[in-house]
């Protein structure tokens, strides 16, 4: 069964700190991995990976991905109270379907 | 630069009545989909599309009904609503391809069933 896990469920981290999310997989026909953020509403979009070791960045937000181990990790440095939110990992395993983890839960404490 | 758009935002059903949530976006995307996200749950695929006129079953599709007239609508029907079936409902839509593109969410649809 396609499956995504994501850990932690829960962090809660003081403003400035840098927090690692971890988000693990077994898919079959694995395409890519995606990270989106989810504040009150819509989930939005982080990052899209599919080749392993090539780190994308994004101001402070930075993700990698490795397909040997099947794992990607989300990298956010100098949290600020904006940052809070879920954040959902989801693979893709062909024709456009996604398969979403849990999601960690993030708060930023000012 | 609506996007994706979803109607309605809140709604309660008693338990056996039936609606349709509505999704339309103006992205010109082929790909479209309905998510549930129950809470603290990801979420749950419930019909996709990959086309007008073309339209298949996700991990949850029980209790649901979709059609695809149009590129632009893909309206998800609930006929007789249980209370299982009180989440928030998410519409999606991607551009047709075969390299990975990332969907685009509504806003979503909170539905309670009592």
């Known amino acids: 069964e396609d499956k995504v896990v994501q850990s932690p469920l829960s962090l809660v981290v003081h403003e400035g700190d840098t927090v690692t999310l971890n988000c693990s997989y077994e898919?079959?026909?694995?395409?890519?991995l995606l990270w989106y953020k989810q504040e009150k509403k819509a989930p939005t979009f982080l990052f899209m990976l599919?080749?392993?070791?090539i780190e994308k960045k994004s101001g402070r937000l930075s993700s990698i991905l490795d397909k040997k181990e099947l794992f990607s990790i989300l990298n956010i440095t100098a949290t600020q109270t904006g940052d809070s939110a879920v954040y959902l990992c989801?693979?893709?395993?062909?024709?456009?379907?996604?398969?979403f983890g849990t999601g960690t839960r993030l708060t930023i404490i000012p | 630069n609506a996007g994706v758009t979803q109607t309605p935002k809140f709604r309660i059903l008693k338990i056996g009545q039936s609606m349709t949530l509505q999704c339309a976006q103006d992205?010109?995307?082929?790909?479209m989909y309905w998510y549930r996200q129950d809470p603290g749950m990801g979420l749950k695929l419930i019909y996709y599309?990959?086309?007008?006129?073309?339209?298949d079953k996700g991990e949850v599709p029980n209790g649901y009904n979709v059609s695809r007239s149009t590129t632009e609508d893909f309206p998800l029907r609930l006929e007789l609503a249980a209370p299982s079936q009180t989440s928030v409902y998410f519409c999606?839509?991607?551009?047709?391809?075969?390299?990975?593109?990332?969907?685009?969410f509504g806003d979503g649809t909170r539905l309670s069933i009592l």
């Open positions: 992205m010109n995307h082929n790909y």
């Open positions: 999606a839509s991607s551009p047709r391809g075969r390299n990975n593109q990332p969907q685009h």
């Open positions: 599919t080749s392993s070791g």
């Open positions: 599309s990959v086309g007008a006129g073309i339209t």
């Open positions: 898919v079959t026909n694995f395409r890519s």
């Open positions: 989801a693979a893709n395993f062909g024709n456009e379907k996604l398969t």
